[in-house]
């Protein structure tokens, strides 16, 4: 696969120019197993990281004058939280060179693949088919896996590891739960979210996306947009369908404003409702009957009533058990390896009762995660990253078709709402590599994006 994802980027940069093969590059990763990995130095490599190293320092042959000029915002954020990752750990005692690679790879690797493979002209018009195309087809094979219940990755080449405990169950006796080339199926959702703007990019009429399809290439980019919304729902988990639906929702807003005041009428309600009737509001959430049959009934604390524990209250006691922890951190937190495990083993404050460690062992909040690794200045860095790289991409849909003509502003409104409609997502799901990489990866291509207004020449 690693052979195949840098062929691909040969090939597509030989017949549209050298500064395109990052981009499709890492497209063509997203088509290998997350799994696909080796061990290097205790540092698991998977197939897209492997591609991000040796296309960047291709890169860095050819543009290497590129690399810190015209840095922004989201460029100081990404170095801040590399720094601080490298100083927290260093702190507990672990070996900073080490440290200082596995931050890299963490954090900077996949945030300057993003930034590098957009920061050219036209970008955005080159690699947005590609990665549009190669999301639907992902999306294409999930939804087979949800009606069969085969993966086509664990069958053509080799099984899960198990770094993650994932069963493809029927759920909701509709469809069985599709993960593709990810660990699990909200990690495979997740991911197929941060293609969704490069769908809707290819949506806009007037450009031929697909110059070989002739009177096809209108009617294609609807299909990819809808193959890779069906893709998203394919792991039939709530919570990526929610964040779906709630970018669409803030889109709609922030395009029309006579909708702004609906959507706000609906938030306000529907806020005054869940207050009302939060034991009603999160009955509605479990609507899978396994999970209720899969419930348990725990005592967190022995100076506390027990609680009925299923997937979905399991994330409301984490916040019950972590946030104090958290709290408890300060500034620096517990380093990674003592955050790290399920359950982290390390960590003060945790019940004492093994089971109710065990069952309260996956932190299923991307906040917390990074919270009890890094403190409150890395979590503050961390959120912050969202924040930001939504407004840059809101400030960049302003000035769309100006600087990314013929292009309009869809993509960047897509991005920016996602973006923020994935402060709720990750709220609720484990901070796992998996997908955290190609969040990443969008939060350097915006960078990449709002680097090319600083140049006059938009960099040949």
Not at 81 to 98: F, K, M, N, R, S
Not at 185 to 208: C, D, E, H, K
Not at 278 to 297: Q, Y
Request: proline share 4%; aromatic share 14%; charged share 15%.
């Amino acid at each position: 696969m690693l052979a195949f994802s840098l062929g691909f980027a040969g090939w597509f940069g030989w017949r549209h120019g050298k500064h395109y093969a990052l981009g499709a590059g890492m497209a063509a990763s997203l088509l290998a197993g997350t799994w696909f990995d080796i061990v290097v130095m205790g540092t698991r490599i998977n197939v897209t990281m492997a591609t991000a190293i040796v296309l960047l320092l291709v890169y860095c042959t050819h543009s290497w004058r590129e690399i810190f000029r015209f840095l922004g915002p989201l460029d100081y954020l990404i170095g801040a939280i590399t720094i601080w990752h490298i100083v927290v750990d260093t702190y507990y005692g672990e070996q900073p060179l080490a440290v200082a690679a596995q931050a890299y790879g963490q954090w900077m690797l996949p945030y300057a693949a993003g930034r590098y493979a957009f920061l050219h002209r036209d970008a955005l018009l080159k690699l947005a088919p590609v990665f549009g195309i190669i999301g639907a087809a992902i999306s294409m094979f999930c939804i087979a896996e949800a009606w069969t219940g085969i993966n086509l990755w664990e069958a053509a080449f080799s099984p899960r590891d198990e770094l993650v405990t994932f069963t493809g169950r029927l759920r909701y006796g509709i469809a069985y739960r599709a993960c593709g080339p990810t660990r699990h199926a909200i990690f495979l959702s997740n991911v197929l979210l941060t293609l969704v703007p490069f769908a809707v990019l290819i949506t806009q009429r007037g450009i031929n996306w697909f110059p070989k399809l002739e009177k096809w290439n209108q009617l294609l980019s609807p299909v990819l947009l809808v193959a890779l919304v069906c893709g998203v729902a394919s792991s039939i988990s709530r919570g990526p369908v929610i964040t779906l639906a709630l970018a669409a929702c803030l889109a709609f807003a922030w395009t029309c404003r006579p909708a702004r005041f609906a959507v706000l009428a609906i938030l306000i309600v529907s806020t005054a409702w869940i207050a009302t009737d939060w034991e009603g509001f999160v009955r509605l959430l479990e609507t899978d009957s396994d999970e209720r049959k899969r419930a348990a009934v725990l005592v967190v604390d022995v100076q506390e009533e027990a609680v009925v524990l299923t997937g979905t209250r399991n994330r409301l006691v984490n916040l019950r058990v972590y946030v104090p922890i958290v709290a408890r951190g300060g500034l620096l937190g517990y380093g990674t390896t003592d955050s790290t495990g399920f359950p982290p083993e390390n960590l003060p404050g945790l019940p004492t009762d093994p089971k109710v460690r065990e069952r309260l062992g996956i932190v299923d909040n991307a906040f917390l995660n990074n919270g009890l690794r890094f403190g409150w200045v890395g979590l503050a860095l961390f959120a912050g990253l969202f924040v930001v790289a939504a407004s840059t991409a809101f400030q960049l849909s302003r000035r769309a078709s100006t600087y990314f003509f013929p292009l309009d502003q869809r993509f960047f409104i897509a991005a920016a709402t996602l973006t923020l409609a994935y402060l709720f997502e990750i709220a609720t799901v484990f901070w796992s590599y998996d997908y955290a990489l190609w969040v990443l990866f969008g939060f350097g291509l915006i960078a990449g994006l709002a680097s090319q207004l600083k140049r006059p020449d938009f960099v040949e």
